[in-house]
Nanobody, 128 residues
Framework: EARLEESGGGFVQAGGSLRLSCACAGFPFRDYAITWFRQGPGKEREGVSCISVRDGESYYSDSVKGRFTISSDSAKNTVYLQMNNMKPEDTAVYYC?????????????????????WGQGTQVTVSS
């Protein structure tokens, strides 16, 4: 059975950094795109960043571009999200999700309905 497990969330002051991990199992990791989503209170789930494991192409929402970096480690079947210069508006539950790779992922990655598998989420809280 496919499993995705997020870790690395916690409390951080504005301007600080956190690194999230998404450990994946039960599906062919290199044939998937992995996306980090976040959802704050009363907000819709937002696609933050996506990476194609096979070719390393990555995508970012405008709200995190230049501050967050997504990466993957195929040997560990793990995707990371390095979050720097964090802001209070980054506060949310962060989820990772997996979808079989498509050439159209660049325009589709932010749509939650396309994903095959989801993790349970990890809380990130940024204080001012």
């Amino acid at each position: 059975e496919a499993r995705l497990e997020e870790s690395g969330g916690g409390f951080v002051q504005a301007g600080g950094s956190l690194r999230l991990s998404c450990a994946c199992a039960g599906f062919p990791f290199r044939d998937y795109a992995i996306t980090w989503f976040r959802q704050g209170p009363g907000k819709e789930r937002e696609g933050v960043s996506c990476i194609s494991v096979r070719d390393g192409e990555s995508y970012y929402s405008d709200s995190v571009k230049g501050r967050f970096t997504i990466s993957s480690d195929s040997a560990k079947n793990t995707v990371y999200l390095q979050m720097n210069n964090m802001k209070p508006e980054d506060t949310a539950v962060y989820y990772c999700a997996a979808v079989g790779y498509s050439a159209r992922i660049a325009t589709m990655y932010g749509q939650p309905w396309i994903y095959d598998y989801w993790g349970q989420g990890t809380q990130v809280t940024v204080s001012s």
